[in-house]
DNA sequence: ATTAATTTTGCTCCCGCGTGCAAACGGCTA
DNA sequence: TAGCCGTTTGCACGCGGGAGCAAAATTAAT
């Protein structure tokens, strides 16, 4: 009795059952659930019946090994530390969903570990690989690029100087120079830089041109800190360190972030262990305006990536057949609010 | 020409093109490539170099559709304003890949999508279905086991009637006693409690209980708002809304909120808005234990669950071919810091 | 050395669906 | 009604690898 295990476990219903039971061919009844198919609307209706009748679902898996597209994209994270990155995933997710890209979720537990995530990836034929991590320098690029298994390789949020890779970013160097012009007009003259990693190549530009460009605009060399991690915990002992104990002279009026992250740990140290008002004794901006930045603790002056439209770019490149290059710098949005 | 293709795209380098290369068949090929095949050391040895020379890589998709496991499980979230997601993702994601299995990410939009959500992961076959979001309630739960494709349905972190569901979670009703004693103890007396969205069976038993709890024990009833969201920003307006301009006798002493989300937005709008402090005008405690509450800031008095040990034991349920009922309640641990 | 017990290898037959083409169908005109 | 042309349908074959067994190669036992 082959025609007995419906009811127990539906996973083996394949299209020839639908077939047999709509009276059509195995093909009409996968063309009945491809979008280009060319099917007559009544052997679709058929077919439709049928299936739903069976609790027929197509196989992604089949379709994929014999068409060679997997629709589904890899989403390589490390840096679960950064609030900022659920902002990201939601937004990208959200869109690629509604695209018919399938996510294939890769934590990335350290910078090693890198490889074998790609390694995971390419396993499951992805159509492409999204980067928004920060331990994908150019060095581990060059590896997942060497034993390349996916047609594309988009570093999101972030720019990359490698030409094999897309990278879909905000235009730092612009976005900093805002600031840093925003940050001289209001009055601060003596800056503190509170960047992130310092990992050989990652190149999030913030840090270098702010850095230059007050010094090259504005006479002097602006102090900078880095934390190890875009981690608020992180950066909030490693603000205390270094400013606790200085005289009120020797302290920076402002705290200028690489992100949200270190700001909000900054901003939390130095209320609560310095005992400092902001933006009254010290001031800060971020970078990438978090849903807490707006909130009433922090009211944090910082810069809008435009995300949607990032990632509503993200799914163009990823449909397009073209060979082109991708690459593209977004303009973001400076928002100002009471910290800084 | 057929063998110069190598250096172009490695993506159709397949396990006979390696078996030509070392000399031995496609399965012993295959078989080098598996934990548990029988092989000699010399030919796996052979298989490794060959496939290494041609940057091979097993295909997944052909292997799961064979073997009908696909060590892949799908990961339902939706609520991503809720800073512990963030949290529990990364622990899930880091415990799972380290066992094996593949993360296919599902971004469940709202309640209607939830069907679709599945149907995706039906599609992909996945093994299990992971429940992380607040929409999945026992009405749609039961259709999502009405086509059951999958051979588990976890819910996460939330439990659940439903008795042909696996749900892994922290034991709210002891947990809620654990705070009322503890509010009760230290002398609190009118209590608020702030709930997130009363969403028709999601089984949190933290409001129910702490209200009968309260009732039954210390006499007066508690009053109880309600957020649409676990969304920090909407639970701060709510807050707002129902206590400015109420004279302070008529303020509550505490507020006992479902979770961290809630208390963190609650705790902006007390001090920033309504000018309140806290511990000293209004106490607040939390429920998660999300990094922020330990900072600087919050300091929050809150329940950690016991994320890890949870993950743990999801990936033994994942692992195991028995078919028995798998649904467990973790005990978690109050977190007394200075908020209450 | 010879036979029996094991391990290793090769192989046939699937898994479920897409590709590309040929056959069948339908509608329309003359 | 025959003849044409465009649309639907059916089909052989392939995608890359797993299960399970039989043949071959080792190893152990007598």
New binding site residues.
């Given amino acids: 009795m082959p025609e007995d295990k419906k009811s127990a476990f539906a996973g083996?219903i394949?299209?020839?059952d639908v077939a047999a039971e709509a009276g059509?061919?195995r093909?009409?009844v996968?063309?009945a659930?491809?979008k280009d198919a060319?099917?007559?609307s009544?052997?679709l209706e058929k077919v439709r019946i049928a299936a739903e009748r069976l609790g027929y679902v197509?196989?992604l898996r089949?379709?994929s090994?014999?068409?060679d597209r997997s629709n589904l994209v890899a989403l390589l994270i490390d840096d679960f530390a950064n609030p900022h990155k659920l902002v990201m995933m939601e937004r990208l997710t959200r869109i690629l969903r509604r695209e018919g890209w399938d996510i294939l979720l890769v934590n990335t537990l350290d910078r090693d570990d890198a490889g074998h995530a790609l390694l995971n990836a390419s396993q499951r034929r992805v159509d492409a690989v999204i980067l928004i991590g920060i331990q994908f320098d150019d060095e581990v690029l060059d590896t997942a690029l060497h034993a390349r298994r996916f047609r594309k390789l988009i570093i999101f949020a972030r720019t990359s100087r490698n030409p094999n890779t897309i990278s879909i970013a905000v235009d730092d160097v612009h976005a900093m120079k805002e600031i840093a012009n925003y940050v001289h007009e209001r009055g601060y003259r003596r800056p503190l830089f509170l960047a992130g990693p310092r990992t050989s190549s990652a190149h999030l530009l913030r840090n270098e041109t702010f850095v230059d460009y007050w010094r090259q605009h504005f006479g002097n060399e602006p102090e900078t800190l880095s934390v190890a991690a875009y981690d608020p915990a992180l950066a909030g002992g490693i603000v205390e360190n270094a400013l606790a104990g200085r005289p009120k002279s020797a302290l920076p009026d402002i705290l200028v972030c690489e992100n949200d992250a270190l700001a909000i740990g900054a901003t939390d140290v130095i209320r609560h262990k310095l005992g400092l008002r902001i933006p009254e004794d010290i001031a800060i901006t971020g970078f990438d305006d978090v849903p807490q930045a707006e909130g009433a603790n922090y009211r944090l002056t910082t810069y809008r990536q435009p995300l949607t439209d990032m990632a509503e770019y993200l799914v163009r490149v990823l449909g397009s057949e073209e060979d082109r290059d991708f690459d593209r710098l977004f303009q973001g949005k400076l928002m100002v609010r009471d910290s800084a």
Same sequence: chains 1, 2.
């Fill in positions: 083996n394949t299209a020839d059509v061919s093909w009409t996968n063309r659930f491809r060319s099917i007559s009544k052997s197509p196989d089949a379709a090994l014999a068409s």
